[in-house]
C-alpha cells in the first residue's frame, strides 16, 4: 500500500519570501505520479504541480517548483515570491497509471499562512 | 471555466437518517470520485465510478453507501443510516483521463459538502 507523509502541520511565512513544504511517500510502485494540490479557505482544491516519476527534471510551474528526489521518496515543494493568495492548505498526494481511474492517496496536509 | 459543483454545502442530519450528497461534474469528464475528509484527517478515498458502474471502492465505502448517476449530469453519494462518525466533508471530483498516453493525472474537485451527524 501506498503512503504519503507531510511532517509539517502548519508553516508561515512572510509576504514575499520563499517557503519549502515536505513530502515523502512510500510506494513499491516504479511508475506513478505525484501531486501538490491546494485548498484556500471554504473553496475547493485545485492542481498546483504535479510530476511524473520516469521524468527526471523538476516541475515547475511560475513560482511552484518541486525537488523530487526519487530514491529518496520525497517530493517537495517550493514557493517563491510567497503571495497572500498562497495562503492554504496544501496537500501532498500519489496515484498509479489506472486507465484514467485516478484514486488519490494524499497526505495530510501543511496548512501555509503568508503573514503581510 | 468548467467546475465541478456540490450540493448542499452543509447539512445536519440525526444518526440513522439516509443522506443524498450530490454532484454535477464537469461535462466531458468520464470519470467520476467521492473522497471523504475528517475533520482533522487526510483527505481519503471512498469511490470511483465509469461507464455507469463502480471501478474501485475503499474498504470505507460499505454497503451503507451507495453512488449513482441518475441522468446525465448529476453524481450522488447515498449514505443509507447515517452514523456519528461520518461527520465529514465529502469531496466530489472528475477527471478526463482515459488511460492514453498523455494521461494527466489530474482530478478536478467541488467544495465539498459537510456532513453533520448528531
Known amino acids: 500500500a501506498q503512503t504519503v507523509t507531510q511532517s509539517q502541520p502548519e508553516m508561515s511565512v512572510q509576504e514575499a519570501e520563499t517557503v519549502t513544504l515536505s513530502c515523502t511517500y512510500d510506494t513499491s510502485e516504479s511508475n506513478y505520479y505525484l501531486f501538490w494540490y491546494k485548498q484556500p479557505p471554504s473553496r475547493q482544491m485545485i492542481l498546483v504541480i504535479r510530476q511524473e516519476a520516469y521524468k527526471q527534471q523538476n516541475a515547475t510551474e511560475n513560482r511552484f517548483s518541486v525537488n523530487f528526489q526519487k530514491a529518496a521518496k520525497s517530493f517537495s515543494l517550493k514557493i517563491s515570491d510567497s503571495q497572500l493568495g498562497d495562503t492554504a492548505m496544501y496537500f501532498c498526494?500519489?496515484?498509479?497509471?489506472?486507465?484514467?481511474?485516478?484514486?488519490?492517496?494524499f497526505g495530510t496536509g501543511t496548512r501555509l499562512t503568508i503573514i503581510p | 471555466e468548467p467546475e465541478v459543483t456540490q450540493t448542499p454545502s452543509h447539512q445536519v442530519t440525526q444518526m440513522g437518517q439516509e443522506v443524498i450528497l450530490r454532484c454535477v461534474p464537469i461535462s466531458n469528464h468520464l470519470y467520476f470520485y467521492w473522497y471523504r475528509q475528517i475533520l482533522g484527517q487526510k483527505v481519503e478515498f471512498l469511490v470511483s465510478?465509469?461507464?455507469?458502474?463502480?471501478?474501485?471502492k475503499s474498504e470505507i465505502f460499505d454497503d451503507q453507501f451507495s453512488v449513482e448517476r441518475p441522468d446525465g449530469s448529476n453524481f450522488t453519494l447515498k449514505i443509507r443510516s447515517t452514523k456519528l462518525e461520518d461527520s465529514a466533508m465529502y469531496f466530489c471530483?472528475?477527471?478526463?483521463?482515459?488511460?492514453?498516453?498523455?494521461?494527466?493525472?489530474?482530478?478536478?474537485f467541488g467544495e465539498g459538502s459537510r456532513l453533520t451527524v448528531l
Open positions: 465510478f465509469y461507464n455507469n458502474e463502480i471501478s474501485e
Open positions: 471530483a472528475s477527471s478526463d483521463a482515459g488511460g492514453a498516453v498523455g494521461n494527466t493525472g489530474e482530478l478536478f
Open positions: 498526494a500519489f496515484n498509479t497509471p489506472n486507465f484514467g481511474n485516478e484514486k488519490l492517496t
